[in-house]
């Protein structure tokens, strides 16, 4: 096993560096829905920030923007304004819009459509400022049109409350293509959060997500199951424990069982090792089935709240690899270095040397008395 090895493991791992900001995130696949008529599926990810060497990872598979209004009766117009809202083609949309502006805005590939939203508030609470931007109204919803023919409908959920910390947040509803069809979102919410337990398509449940919601900082997945009651069900399930979090794929395949990734945070890094569990086969000589796995090691380091290093490890390599960042103000230097392992047979034979020289000392000392 060569070095091209270790870089291809690396230059693949689910652990993803951003090589401007130093943000590093846990990103693992899960599969594509929709695409068949437009063109443009939307891409489903299981992942979490990690910050540094002391937090395990929340894990989350679709985000939230969040929305807020401005003026009202005694201003000359009604305003939304959208931050960070999740687009089926992978980015996010901030944009606002009023009442004097037609209602929408147009972006790159789309427009953003409020006139629901918009006239819906301007008529209940058309008398008070303070109700227009500030109180909860059932069932208020904008559009974002697409130029591949995708519409998005989205809810704008919450109140804004003075004093909150967090603005009151906009969950996707819909996803249709131009033909009709598309996806409905089932969504949770708690402890002013949001999680999706159920995606549904034209003929039924294409996605389930189970959640625990007793940790009051953020709810932990528990299980994901993509494709459900069907032979391309791809299913994640996550066990938590005080220093480590351990998430298990399984999906059909002819040759793999299941893939495990364990996350467990140090003193001043955190290590994932990911396992592959090859189905196991009869062998020749005894009854039983013998099982193979092989498995990655990586570790990671932080120099403040940016990432630091980068280290990998396979099990038939006698070297590791290691990406190192230097962060510095408008540059960033990226350097890739290889070091040899200390041998295990080297590790051996000393042990086995200090051994008997400790026999043989302690023979001389009887001979002595």
């Given at each position: 096993m060569d070095i091209a090895e270790?870089?291809?493991?690396?230059?693949?791992?689910?652990?993803?560096?951003?090589?401007?900001?130093g943000n590093c995130q846990i990103k693992l696949p899960m599969g594509e829905?929709?695409?068949?008529?437009?063109?443009v599926?939307?891409?489903?990810?299981?992942?979490?920030?990690?910050?540094?060497?002391?937090?395990?990872?929340t894990l989350?598979?679709?985000d939230v923007g969040t929305w807020r209004m401005s003026g009202g009766s005694s201003y000359d117009k009604y305003e939304i304004h959208v931050s960070d809202v999740p687009l089926v083609n992978g980015s996010s949309m901030s944009a606002n819009t009023d009442d004097k502006g037609s209602h929408s805005a147009v972006g790159p590939g789309y427009v953003f459509d409020a006139t629901r939203i918009l006239t819906m508030r301007k008529n209940a609470f058309k008398d008070t400022i303070y109700e227009f931007q500030q109180k909860?109204?059932?069932?208020?919803?904008?559009?974002?049109?697409?130029?591949?023919?995708?519409?998005?409908?989205?809810?704008?959920?919450?109140?804004?409350?003075?004093?909150?910390?967090?603005?009151?947040?906009?969950?996707t509803r819909e996803i249709l293509e131009s033909n009709g069809k598309g996806l409905k979102f089932t969504w949770?919410?708690?402890?002013?959060?949001?999680?999706?337990?159920?995606?549904?398509?034209?003929?039924?449940?294409?996605?389930?997500?189970?959640?625990?919601?007793?940790?009051?900082?953020?709810?932990?997945?528990?299980?994901?199951?993509?494709?459900?009651?069907?032979?391309?069900?791809v299913q994640y399930d996550c066990r938590y424990e005080d220093d480590a979090l351990e998430v298990s794929l399984t999906k059909q395949?002819?040759?793999?069982?299941?893939?495990?990734?364990?996350?467990?945070?140090?003193?001043?890094?955190?290590?994932?090792?990911?396992?592959?569990?090859?189905k196991k086969k009869n062998s020749d000589i005894q009854t039983s089935k013998i099982e193979f796995n092989r498995h990655i090691d990586e570790?990671?380091?932080?120099?403040?709240?940016?990432?630091?290093?980068?280290?990998?490890?396979?099990?038939?390599s006698t070297a590791r690899l290691t990406r190192t960042w230097n962060w510095q103000k408008n540059v960033t230097h990226i350097t890739l270095a290889s070091e040899q392992k200390p041998s295990t047979q080297t590790s051996e034979a000393k042990t086995t040397s200090q051994s008997r020289e400790r026999r043989d000392t302690r023979r001389r000392n009887l001979q002595t008395q």
């Open positions: 270790l870089k291809l493991a690396l230059d693949n791992s689910c652990l993803e560096i951003d090589k401007f900001s829905l929709l695409g068949q008529i437009n063109g599926p939307l891409k489903l990810e299981l992942k979490g920030q990690l910050h540094d060497s002391s937090k395990l990872p989350n598979f679709y909860p109204l059932k069932d208020q919803t904008f559009t974002v049109m697409h130029t591949t023919g995708i519409a998005e409908i989205f809810d704008c959920v919450g109140e804004r409350t003075k004093g909150a910390s967090e603005p009151p947040l906009v969950l949770h919410t708690e402890n002013g959060d949001a999680r999706i337990t159920e995606i549904q398509d034209s003929i039924g449940t294409v996605l389930t997500a189970r959640w625990d919601w007793s940790d009051k900082q953020a709810p932990k997945l528990s299980q994901l199951v993509l494709y459900p009651n069907s032979h391309e069900a395949h002819p040759f793999l069982d299941k893939t495990v990734y364990r996350l467990e945070t140090g003193a001043d890094h955190i290590k994932m090792r990911t396992t592959t569990h090859f570790t990671l380091t932080w120099k403040g709240d940016k990432t630091k290093t980068h280290t990998i490890e396979l099990p038939d």
